[in-house]
């Protein structure tokens, strides 16, 4: 079951904090700090909290560990909505203990707590697409394994040995979990401040959602019960939102969309803004620290915008891309389409994956939108294989954008998410190429890999021409 621990929180009281901000905003000295008694709790909450004057509770920071928490409950809920977080989470390359001879009893037992309206029979159908999945990442790995060494050493021909062998488990695994449900168990840490934990508590959308805010609050409470006028349950959402499913791009009963690697990621439509203020930043000011949003210079490029429409990703990305906070989405929706990576692509050419199997998998969890009632459509959700495709729109400043570009167009990126850049790339460059500067990674402008240890190994010599440089890989 799910574990939310406060590992770290404010050394001063948080209505202490909030009083004292707030009394600096009006006072010719910076004021001392008043007591923690109920006459400060109740300034708090009459002068504060209840007219909205909620930057002075933002100065109080919390960090949680949540351990057992489902993947599709973080890409679709902690990080799903709002950008006033921080978050790392356990890597779905690195941490090959995720998918390695997992135990179903955990999954049983979380769906059993979370929806305990399932029956039986919706019961074993959803542990039945749980094992589905799974074996199709068991059978195909060692497999995509041996693929993933023999494109490493034809694309990153100065990558060592010893770490071709390494990144070929890694990157197998990574593709090859398009097959598993996003329900499988993972941990985080997360950070956010006394405004956005009690915005998160009480717009919480799912059951797991309103579970692991209500372990936040009880914490933050059991240290500071002055705070519990904050928590209004009146206030709290009472209903569930889900991503849901686009049923004119394909019904159930017809075979979906199988989205080949060459084809995808996509972006349907870009529009560019932007104004003669917009400049090109010098490199050393977005690595290693990125100093885009603190430079006066380049305040310009944050008036310029880019709109993408129709962006389509596999829920697998759709994770990776919500790393880029600065950057707004809409909400997505669920396509009839399904991502295969370049090495399951490989396996099926090869004649070693049949196509059959991979369609029966997703037609199984399309069906089920049908087949499971309203109340449980969050945990229909959550069953979504991390191949599964999501599309919504994304809008984001030069700023936003060029690091975001700076980060997915390295090779150390997974390689679904560097093909969405690339993407972006083209299509900015063929409307207004003076911007393509801003979107290059560091290794194009000078040559140097931004890396260090982890350098990927590619041929840096070819950005002498940038039709070589920004080539599509399979790894």
Not at 95 to 119: G, H, K, L, V
Not at 397 to 404: F, R, T
Request: hydrophobic share 40%; net charge neutral.
């Amino acid at each position: 079951m799910i574990t939310v621990t406060l590992i770290a929180k404010p050394e001063v009281p948080p209505v202490v904090s909030a009083r004292q901000a707030a009394e600096t905003c009006y006072q010719a000295v910076l004021p001392k700090p008043k007591p923690n008694d109920e006459a400060t709790a109740k300034f708090v909450k009459d002068k504060l909290f209840n007219v909205g004057h909620h930057t002075t509770l933002q100065h109080q920071q919390f960090t949680f560990a949540i351990e057992g928490i489902a993947v599709g409950d973080v890409t679709l809920g902690l990080h799903l909505a709002h950008p006033f977080y921080d978050s790392d989470q356990r890597s779905g390359r690195f941490c090959s203990a995720m998918f390695d001879n997992p135990d179903p009893e955990p999954i049983r037992q979380y769906i059993s707590f979370f929806w305990p309206e399932i029956t039986d029979q919706q019961l074993a159908m959803t542990l039945n697409q749980v094992e589905q999945g799974l074996k199709l990442y068991r059978d195909n790995l060692g497999p995509a394994t041996e693929l993933a060494e023999r494109f490493l050493r034809q694309e990153r021909p100065h990558l060592k040995e010893e770490a071709i062998l390494v990144q070929a488990a890694k990157i197998a695994q990574e593709q090859l979990r398009m097959f598993i449900p996003v329900i499988f168990p993972t941990g985080l840490q997360y950070t956010v401040n006394l405004s956005a934990l009690v915005a998160v508590w009480q717009s919480a959308f799912t059951p797991v959602l309103r579970y692991v805010t209500d372990e936040m609050r009880r914490q933050v409470l059991s240290l500071w019960p002055e705070l519990d006028f904050m928590f209004d349950g009146q206030q709290r959402r009472k209903d569930d939102w889900y991503c849901d499913y686009d049923c004119v791009s394909g019904p159930p009963h017809v075979d979906p969309m199988l989205y080949w690697n060459t084809d995808a990621p996509n972006i349907k439509a870009v529009r560019v803004y932007f104004f003669e203020s917009t400049r090109s930043p010098a490199p050393s000011l977005m690595h290693p620290l990125d100093l885009l949003h603190f430079t006066p210079e380049l305040m310009g490029n944050n008036t310029a915008t880019i709109i993408e429409r129709g962006v389509t990703m596999s829920l697998a990305t759709m994770g990776q891309d919500q790393r880029h906070r600065a950057i707004r989405r809409s909400e997505p929706h669920f396509t009839a389409q399904f991502y295969l990576p370049p090495l399951v692509s490989e396996l099926v050419k090869a004649g070693k994956l049949e196509l059959t199997a991979i369609r029966d998998l997703f037609r199984g969890w399309q069906e089920m939108y049908y087949c499971l009632p309203s109340n449980l459509k969050t945990l229909w959700m959550v069953l979504a294989p991390y191949g599964a495709v999501v599309e919504y729109d994304k809008v984001g400043s030069l700023n936003a954008i060029a690091h975001e570009q700076a980060k997915r167009l390295c090779w150390c990126a997974q390689e679904e998410i560097f093909h969405l850049g690339l993407r972006l790339r083209a299509l900015v460059g063929k409307t207004h190429p003076r911007l393509l500067a801003l979107l290059d990674p560091p290794c194009f402008k000078n040559g140097v890999c931004g890396e260090g240890t982890r350098y990927c190994g590619r041929d840096l010599r070819l950005r002498s021409r940038s039709e070589d440089f920004f080539c599509r890989r399979r790894v």
